[in-house]
């Protein structure tokens, strides 16, 4: 299906009065609301904990955290990034919880007794949980730009393909990588330089 068949129709304009133009939030802002959207206000007794997300999230909530440059994003860090938001990337992922905190170098009990008190990571572990998303962002960005983006779900790709040997890395996985903001950079820097057949 092309993207041109799968185009929305476009509504009617109203007869009286034109419908109001809702201005897109900026990748700050995206961001923000994807958080807040997934973590209760703190003393909500561990419902972060024992609510698994539920949402389905946009392309765009991926691509936003992608596109925020590097002032913005230490902004969002120093914030607090909520500890119940590691649910949510475990979701986006398809995997469970556990393989997540392993991967990323977390300890699952300090997760869990943040996020059951609705408290924020620390600004490291909240990097290293950033750059899941940020991974999502930047290959959806790269299918979208390739110009067929149908039926492509990104945070399944990422799953997979963080878990293949690769031999640009000598034959080790990319996950191994992703416990350090040097890694996940290494990470990052080679999915940009495979955009050519990585999907096919």
């Not at 902004?75 to 990034?81: C, N, P, Q, T």
């Not at 649910?87 to 398809?94: F, M």
């Given at each position: 299906m092309s993207a041109n068949s799968a185009t929305l129709p476009r509504p009617a304009a109203p007869a009286k009065r034109p419908r109001a133009q809702t201005k897109p939030l900026d990748p700050v802002g995206q961001v923000q609301s994807v958080l807040a959207e997934r973590h209760p206000a703190n003393g909500a007794a561990g419902a972060s904990a024992k609510r698994a997300p539920s949402a389905t999230p946009r392309p765009a909530d991926y691509q936003a955290f992608y596109r925020l440059s590097t002032?913005?994003?230490?902004?969002?860090?120093?914030?607090?990034?909520?500890?119940?938001?590691?649910?949510?990337?475990?979701?986006?992922?398809?995997?469970?919880?556990?393989?997540?905190?392993?991967?990323?170098?977390?300890?699952q009990a300090t997760v869990n007794r943040k996020a059951a008190k609705g408290q924020a990571l620390s600004p490291e572990q909240g990097e290293r949980v950033l750059g899941v998303a940020q991974i999502i962002g930047l290959v959806q960005t790269m299918v979208e730009q390739s110009g067929e983006p149908q039926g492509f779900a990104a945070p399944a790709w990422v799953a997979h393909w963080l878990d293949e040997p690769l031999p640009a890395l000598g034959g080790r996985k990319p996950a191994e990588y992703m416990d350090t903001q040097t890694g996940q950079g290494l990470v990052l820097d080679l999915l940009r330089r495979s955009q050519s057949g990585a999907y096919s």
């Open positions: 002032a913005d994003r230490v902004d969002v860090v120093k914030a607090g990034v909520p500890a119940s938001f590691v649910d949510v990337a475990a979701h986006w992922l398809g995997q469970p919880k556990e393989r997540l905190t392993r991967m990323l170098g977390l300890s």
